[in-house]
């Protein structure tokens, strides 16, 4: 899954990360797992 500067995050990959989030996962693993670039997950974990 790519993600491009005006498409958001699904809610279903929200509920994911911040699933993965709870669980101590890093950002670059939480990168991996989801194919979200780390950039907007950092912005999304920050939001």
Same mark, same amino acid.
Not at 1 to 6: E, T
Not at 13 to 30: M, P
């Given at each position: 899954m790519q993600y491009h500067q005006n498409q958001g995050i699904s809610q279903r990959s929200q509920v994911l990360i911040e699933k993965l989030v709870l669980g101590r996962f #890093?950002?670059?693993?939480?990168?991996?797992? #989801?194919?979200?670039?780390?950039?907007?997950?950092?912005?999304?974990?920050?939001?």
């Amino acid at each position: 899954m790519q993600y491009h500067q005006n498409q958001g995050i699904s809610q279903r990959s929200q509920v994911l990360i911040e699933k993965l989030v709870l669980g101590r996962f #890093t950002i670059a693993e939480i990168a991996k797992i #989801t194919g979200i670039p780390e950039q907007w997950l950092q912005s999304y974990i920050n939001a």
